[in-house]
């Protein structure tokens, strides 16, 4: 008696392994030897993850893309972008994006790659990988070995000095001198395939579910990956990044304190109030960054797991940032007016209000509520591209 072979389980490949799908997209300004090389560099990707995972069903897939009008450097983000849609569409658990044309960096003036952990999709441009001496490795080669690297760092491997794959690369020839994942990373990225080979929400949950139901669902089963991936936009260092928005805040922040009406209305206002004021003034800044940069991804289409997580983690990211620049702007306001304003002063400005202590501390929120308002204005003429660029791109080699 003559049974039918059972139908794989939604993310579990033909044998009954964990399936992880990684989608290779090879933009159109590639030429056929050079989309050659990338598509060589995929197949050796998923040999060599099969070998060293044997655990999971590596699935590798390359799409190629039709050319585009685009001349010289091109915006990561735009690139990004790309990713996500065809990421949305495949399923892809990672993203990879090849290149012909040079990536602006923002920190480098020559960038072989670039990820992005939110949106699990790493760049590599192939305009400084190929070699004319006889002895280089040849360009897919030295692309596998990028990619692998850059696969690394997207599952948060940090570079070492060690002759790994993990190595920090300081120019293309290093690419030519590494060899395979040390035990340790093996053992890392083993365990951090589990949680990307799980069933997503979008095959669990009923196609009909609530959005808020799909969210919530969501950031609990990445409740663990979250943190990680907000960590890696470095919200802590907006102020410093965001040369416009420092500069907008701290502007309107020496305008409010050197002025007496400033202090006369913020003597005025009870702790609960600025508490309230300066709530109600993150929330506005947070959501005008959000929609004026064009941060979240459209939706388009029924729902996904990896969009809810990177659009959750993107608020979350700015959202902080925004809290840090307001604690700095608080400090230094606080710092002005501890400096610069003495106590029989301020009772002459405030009408003889005895706890002038009190009375500083409302000041410098009242000031930084209104100042951070201020220099979210200045961030909305950043770039195209910068404001996006520091909150979803992590590294630049």
């Given at each position: 008696?003559?049974?039918?072979?059972?139908?794989p389980?939604?993310?579990?490949?033909?044998?009954?392994?964990?399936?992880?799908?990684?989608?290779?997209?090879v933009?159109?300004?590639?030429?056929d030897?050079?989309?050659?090389?990338?598509a060589?560099?995929?197949?050796?990707?998923?040999?060599?993850?099969?070998?060293?995972?044997?655990?999971?069903?590596?699935?590798?897939?390359?799409?190629e893309?039709?050319?585009?009008?685009?001349?010289?450097?091109?915006?990561?983000v735009?690139?990004?972008?790309?990713a996500?849609?065809?990421?949305?569409?495949?399923?892809?658990?990672?993203?990879?994006?090849?290149?012909?044309?040079?990536?602006?960096?923002?920190q480098?003036?020559?960038?072989?790659g670039?990820?992005?952990g939110?949106f699990?999709?790493?760049?590599?441009?192939?305009?400084?990988?190929q070699?004319?001496?006889?002895?280089?490795?040849?360009?897919?080669?030295?692309?596998?070995t990028?990619?692998?690297?850059?696969?690394?760092r997207?599952?948060?491997?940090?570079?070492?000095r060690?002759?790994?794959?993990?190595?920090?690369?300081a120019?293309?020839?290093?690419?030519?001198?590494i060899?395979?994942?040390?035990?340790?990373?093996?053992?890392?990225?083993?365990?951090?395939?589990?949680?990307?080979?799980?069933?997503?929400?979008?095959?669990?949950q009923?196609?009909?579910?609530?959005?808020?139901?799909?969210?919530?669902?969501?950031?609990?089963?990445?409740?663990?990956?979250l943190?990680?991936?907000?960590?890696?936009?470095?919200?802590?260092?907006?102020?410093?990044?965001?040369?416009?928005?420092?500069?907008a805040?701290?502007?309107?922040?020496?305008?409010?304190?050197m002025?007496?009406?400033?202090?006369?209305?913020?003597?005025?206002?009870?702790?609960?109030?600025?508490?309230?004021?300066?709530l109600?003034?993150?929330t506005?800044?947070?959501?005008?960054?959000?929609?004026?940069?064009?941060?979240?991804?459209?939706?388009?289409?029924?729902?996904?797991?990896?969009?809810?997580?990177?659009?959750?983690?993107?608020?979350?990211a700015?959202?902080?940032?925004?809290?840090?620049?307001?604690?700095?702007?608080?400090?230094?306001?606080?710092l002005?007016?501890?400096?610069?304003?003495?106590?029989?002063?301020?009772?002459?400005?405030?009408?003889?209000?005895?706890?002038?202590?009190?009375?500083?501390?409302?000041?410098?929120?009242?000031?930084?509520?209104?100042s951070?308002?201020?220099?979210?204005?200045?961030?909305?003429?950043?770039?195209?591209?910068?404001?996006r660029?520091?909150?979803?791109?992590?590294?630049?080699?």
């Open positions: 008696m003559s049974t039918a072979p059972k139908a389980t939604p993310g579990r490949g033909g044998e009954g392994r964990p399936e992880v799908e990684i989608g290779w997209i933009e159109g300004d590639l030429s030897n050079r989309g050659a090389a990338a060589e560099a995929a197949t050796q990707m998923e040999r060599a993850l099969a070998d060293c995972m044997p655990a999971f069903d590596w699935r590798v897939e390359v799409l893309r039709p050319p585009e009008a685009a001349k010289g450097r091109v915006e990561p735009r690139l990004l972008d790309t996500e849609v065809e990421r949305d569409a495949n399923g892809w658990d990672f993203t990879f994006v090849v290149t012909d044309h040079e990536l602006r960096g923002r480098r003036s020559q960038v072989m670039i990820t992005s939110i699990a999709t790493a760049l590599i441009s192939t305009a400084f990988l070699s004319p001496r006889p002895e280089a490795e040849p360009l897919s080669h030295r692309l596998y990028l990619a692998m690297h850059l696969f690394g997207l599952n948060g491997l940090d570079p070492d060690s002759d790994t794959l993990m190595c920090a690369l120019s293309p020839s290093d690419l030519d001198r060899r395979g994942f040390s035990d340790e990373a093996i053992a890392e990225l083993t365990a951090r395939m589990e949680d990307v080979a799980d069933l997503r929400v979008e095959e669990m009923e196609p009909r579910g609530s959005a808020v139901r799909f969210y919530a669902r969501s950031l609990w089963l990445n409740r663990s990956a943190p990680g991936a907000i960590a890696q936009m470095r919200p802590w260092s907006f102020p410093l990044r965001l040369s416009r928005l420092t500069t805040a701290g502007s309107a922040l020496a305008v409010l304190v002025t007496a009406e400033s202090w006369e209305v913020a003597a005025g206002l009870s702790l609960p109030v600025i508490a309230v004021l300066s109600i003034s993150l506005l800044t947070s959501g005008y960054l959000l929609r004026a940069q064009r941060l979240l991804a459209p939706r388009l289409g029924p729902l996904r797991e990896q969009r809810a997580v990177s659009n959750a983690g993107t608020v979350i700015v959202a902080l940032g925004m809290v840090v620049t307001f604690l700095g702007v608080f400090a230094v306001a606080y002005m007016a501890l400096g610069l304003f003495g106590d029989a002063l301020l009772e002459r400005w405030v009408g003889g209000d005895p706890a002038v202590g009190a009375v500083r501390v409302r000041m410098a929120a009242f000031a930084a509520s209104l951070v308002i201020i220099g979210a204005l200045g961030a909305s003429f950043e770039p195209y591209g910068y404001f660029h520091v909150t979803q791109i992590d590294d630049e080699i």
